[in-house]
């Protein structure tokens, strides 16, 4: 994503907002939290506070640049918004996330809202569990 594309989503080019987006585009990790943001800005040599990052968080989120994710009630993640349909599996012990796509849980779903007489418009699946790094510890 570029200057061009927060324009066309009617928000201003701001020194923050570029910031925030770099962190995301650039960090290893695809899910951050605000705080990681903040982190990650700090070890750039860039000074934006934290209440900044959060309302830029929330800007971004309400323009569909990132997701807001929720897997435990401490902290929410955010993820860019690729408009790629993908679950979680998150990690109980470390809380490390995993990406993951499935064409038969996917295929299960719709059969299951068709057979409840329902259409489903969006939906989310996380699987809590012991990552591989973990079990070895």
Request: aromatic fraction near 8%.
């Amino acid at each position: 994503m570029n200057s061009g594309d927060l324009k066309d989503l009617g928000l201003k080019i701001t020194k923050p907002r570029m910031k925030i987006l770099k962190a995301f585009e650039t960090s290893k990790k695809r899910h951050l939290s605000a705080d990681s943001v903040f982190e990650i800005l700090v070890k750039s040599g860039e000074d934006v506070p934290l209440a900044t990052i959060y309302r830029v968080l929330n800007q971004f989120e309400s323009a569909g640049i990132i997701k807001r994710l929720n897997f435990n009630q401490d902290q929410f993640l955010y993820e860019l918004d690729d408009g790629q349909h993908h679950d979680h599996l998150i990690c109980v012990k470390c809380g490390c996330v995993e990406e993951f796509f499935d064409d038969l849980i996917e295929q299960r779903q719709e059969e299951i809202a068709k057979e409840k007489g329902s259409d489903i418009v969006d939906h989310s699946l996380c699987i809590y569990v012991t990552c591989i790094k973990c079990k070895t510890n």
